[in-house]
């Protein structure tokens, strides 16, 4: 696993791009949120995209004219 960034934090949760991979299948981008609690880590809704699909997503959210 190798965290790719982290978009968010709010107390004690966080948004987080990762890179993971299990029981040895190719590597994915995971999008989720993660909130720590007594020092334990618990994984919050998400989603998982093969590369393809993110630069998918990165092209349409490119195309849309986004205001904060």
Do not use: H
Request: aromatic share 4%; net charge positive; glycine share 6%.
């Amino acid at each position: 696993k190798k965290r790719i960034a982290v978009s968010s934090e709010e107390g004690t949760v966080t948004t987080e791009l990762n890179l993971v991979s299990f029981c040895g299948a190719p590597a994915k981008y995971d999008l989720r949120r993660w909130r720590t609690a007594d020092g334990i880590r618990q994984m919050q809704k998400g989603i998982t995209m093969a590369a393809i699909e993110l630069l998918a997503l990165r092209d349409t959210l490119n195309s849309m004219d986004l205001e904060p």
